[in-house]
Antibody, heavy 115, light 108 residues
Framework: QVQLVQSGAEVKQPGASVKVSCKAS????????MHWVRQAPGQGLKWMGW????????NYAQEFQGRVTMTRDMSITTFYMELSSLRSDDTAVYYC????????WGRGTLLTVSS | EIVLTQSPGTLSLSPGERATLSCRAS???????LAWYQQKPGQAPRLLIS???SRATGIPDRFSGSVSGTDFTLTISRLEPEDFAVYYC?????????FGQGTKVEIK
């Protein structure tokens, strides 16, 4: 069965960086792009971008351009999303979600940005 | 960027009633690549419908999706207690992918 297991909650100071992981299993790693979506407390969902696991090509939402980096490690079937220059409004739950229709989701990683 | 506008913001209904949720796109959605998700508190979203009208694996047939031009509809034929949640639409036909702001279906 498809599983996306995300790393644990993080607390960071403003200006720092965070790297969230998403370990994929139960399907062929290179068959599906991985998307990242975030949700601020009490708010809706916001798409951040995707990564092609075969080529490593990425496509980021303009809002996050220059601050986000999505990567993957094929040897351990794991995806990563790194966000830099953190601000308080980056406080949110970050989800990885498989494929453009997002048929499977990780449980989310809570990032708290606070001094 | 395609803007998705969901209505109503909140829908107050009783179990057994029919729920009709709307998602209007600001422009044409390529290939009707529109999905619906259900989200309960503290949980990740769950895919219900993709391609405007195709139910995801394991989704009960009381959930159905339809489209007319740029107007997309999610219908829950008879609400079960577990259906009370927030519902989001998302278009994935063109980048950036965008979500609607959500419709909360609450118990009346």
């Amino acid at each position: 069965q498809v599983q996306l297991v995300q790393s644990g909650a993080e607390v960071k100071q403003p200006g720092a960086s965070v790297k969230v992981s998403c370990k994929a299993s139960g399907y062929t790693f290179t068959d599906s792009y991985m998307h990242w979506v975030r949700q601020a407390p009490g708010q809706g969902l916001k798409w951040m971008g995707w990564i092609n696991p075969s080529s490593g090509d990425t496509n980021y939402a303009q809002e996050f351009q220059g601050r986000v980096t999505m990567t993957r490690d094929m040897s351990i079937t794991t995806f990563y999303m790194e966000l830099s220059s953190l601000r308080s409004d980056d406080t949110a739950v970050y989800y990885c979600a498989r494929a453009k229709q997002s048929d499977f989701w990780g449980r989310g990683t809570l990032l708290t940005v606070s001094s | 960027e395609i803007v998705l506008t969901q209505s109503p913001g909140t829908l107050s209904l009783s179990p057994g009633e029919r729920a009709t949720l709307s998602c209007r796109a600001s422009q044409s959605v390529s290939s009707n690549y529109l999905a619906w998700y259900q989200q309960k508190p503290g949980q990740a979203p769950r895919l219900l419908i993709s391609g405007a009208s195709s139910r995801a694996t394991g989704i009960p047939d009381r959930f159905s999706g339809s489209v007319s031009g740029t107007d997309f509809t999610l219908t829950i034929s008879r609400l079960e207690p577990e259906d009370f949640a927030v519902y989001y639409c998302k278009q994935y036909g063109s980048s950036p992918y965008t979500f609607g702001q959500g419709t909360k279906v609450e118990i009346k």
